[in-house]
């Protein structure tokens, strides 16, 4: 059976560059497509003409030259048949693509009818409900691009997808309800092992915040608690977006002077850094089934979180704390977990005990396998032992 999957920088999430959660979650499930003995194409744009690539085993063509075109018109005029030129040369089972985008919309639109079956990942909460992006000072251009064919795609996708696969249990009843989509499956996000940790030891003083710094992960409230918080050091990771960069909140995160800003950080930097903190803080309004708390709790690192608890893990397998909102609630928890050797212990061996049990490549596999013995596949699933 072939699989291919349609993506932006996947390659570089191949080749453990950094990249987003959404992409490096697509480069997880390829990598499990093909130790599962799947035959795995990834078709994503990029700049120039490059022959087609072996990865890991996994085939990297390229679906057009993202320099080439008049812009504007070359949606229509070069990209658009591009893609579904490739896509007829590679004859795929499956088509899998994750994310509300246009050309994901286009895909599922064109390819509905065909032998092939398409699955729908959802990459974020802002999949289903566009009205929480925020437009500032848009352009009408950005607003047509970003808002409104958004919104076009994500009613097309939740349509014409032979399977929706979402990450939480809101995404799942938001899917069944609005949308009015049957096809829908929950299944969690890879998490590769990490090395363990003792997280609880008491000689640790930091805390651990890791984002894009672009002014929808809540860094107004993560300054607040470092101002509230003098004696606790937090450690900053993540990309400075140029517009963020200009602004006054982020002036005061540099200057703050228990903050420190290391930037954006490769994998392999980011990983040693969940064994060296107390807590990993989180408070973005909004996510899907966030990376980063998989990384975190894998390590053995509880969680302390603003606004999102994904399936109500934070609270009912005990894995950290859920502040609801409420950003004093949040210091004060962070406070109790600091100061508590004993309970971060207990928190981290639960975190470390239910990433094993939920987020391996041998459960999300036979999850997977499911959806495509609903679709009426032929599958080829074997053991794996990533534990």
């Not at 996947?10 to 599962?36: C, M, P, W």
């Not at 009015?180 to 640790?204: F, G, H, M, Q």
């Not at 228990?258 to 392999?268: D, M, P, Q, S």
């Not at 470390?352 to 009426?376: A, W």
Request: net charge positive.
């Amino acid at each position: 059976m072939k699989i291919l999957i349609f993506g932006v920088n996947i390659r570089k999430a191949l080749n453990n560059e950094y990249v987003g959660g959404a992409e490096k979650q697509t480069a997880l499930l390829a990598k499990l497509f093909v130790s599962l003995k799947y035959d795995v194409c990834v078709l994503e744009p990029f700049p120039g003409k490059k022959e087609t690539e072996k990865i890991n085993g996994i085939k990297v063509v390229q679906a057009w030259d993202s320099l080439k075109g008049i812009p504007s018109i070359r949606a229509f005029f070069y990209r658009m048949p591009s893609l579904y030129k490739n896509i007829k040369h590679e004859n795929p089972d499956i088509i899998y693509t994750r994310g509300a985008g246009i050309y994901n919309a286009l895909i599922a639109f064109l390819f509905c009818k065909g032998t092939a079956r398409f699955i729908w990942g959802l990459a974020h909460d802002h999949d289903l409900q566009s009205k929480i992006r925020k437009i500032n000072n848009a352009t009408l251009y950005s607003i047509i691009t970003n808002h409104l064919m958004f919104k076009l795609s994500t009613k097309i996708l939740a349509h014409y997808a032979n399977a929706i696969i979402c990450q939480t249990k809101e995404q799942e009843n938001f899917l069944k309800i609005a949308k009015k989509a049957n096809n829908v499956y929950r299944i969690p996000n890879i998490c590769e092992a990490l090395s363990v940790k003792e997280c609880w030891v008491d000689t640790k003083k930091d805390c651990l915040w890791v984002g894009k710094f672009s002014g929808t992960k809540g860094e107004e409230d993560f300054l607040f608690l470092a101002e509230k918080m003098p004696d606790m050091n937090f450690i900053a990771v993540g990309h400075v977006t140029a517009d963020f960069e200009k602004t006054t909140v982020y002036d005061k995160i540099i200057n703050q002077p228990n903050i420190k800003c290391v930037g954006r950080l490769k994998y392999e930097e980011l990983i040693p850094l969940y064994g060296q903190v107390l807590l990993l803080v989180h408070t973005a309004p909004s996510e899907g089934f966030s990376n980063v708390f998989l990384e975190a709790w894998s390590s053995g690192l509880p969680v302390v979180s603003l606004s999102v608890d994904p399936n109500g893990l934070l609270q009912t397998a005990k894995l950290g704390r859920f502040a609801n909102g409420d950003i004093i609630k949040m210091k004060n928890q962070i406070e109790e977990l600091a100061f508590n050797s004993s309970l971060r212990r207990e928190l981290s061996c639960n975190a470390i005990d239910y990433v094993e049990k939920n987020h391996s490549n041998t459960v999300i596999g036979k999850q997977i396998d499911n959806v495509f013995m609903r679709l009426k596949l032929k599958t080829k699933i074997v053991k794996l032992n990533v534990y």
